[in-house]
């Protein structure tokens, strides 16, 4: 298993539309990332940021969430929360969500 965790800048205008969203993620969705090897998946919120969290445990994290971006349901739910979200200024060219670095954990 694998831990990942991720930022992005929410528009605070879009909070609340974000935060109602993911009240009632859609069942196709959690679907296809339980199908993807995703487990243990969290969004925090704090002062105009969210922070995911996940734990992959599967063999090939590219390969998954290629075939998860390529699902009909998931594009579909990206076209309503994408507006909400913007890349955080250090992010690298073309990177949405941006990778954080792991600095400490405990099991």
Not at 27 to 43: A, D, G, M, W
Not at 59 to 66: G, L, P
Not at 76 to 89: F, R, S
């Amino acid at each position: 298993m694998k831990r990942y965790g991720w930022s992005i800048k929410v528009k605070m205008d879009r909070l609340a539309e974000y935060k109602a969203l993911h009240t009632a993620v859609w069942p196709e969705v959690l679907h296809r990332l339980k199908e993807s090897n995703v487990q243990n998946y969290s969004i925090y919120y704090r002062d105009g940021y969210l922070f995911s969290y996940l734990e992959y445990t599967g063999q090939d994290f590219e390969k998954d969430m290629a075939n998860m971006a390529a699902d009909p349901n998931t594009q579909a739910w990206w076209k309503l929360t994408d507006p909400c979200q913007e890349p955080v200024n250090s992010a690298s060219e073309g990177e949405w969500w941006a990778t954080m670095e792991e600095v400490f954990h405990m099991d």
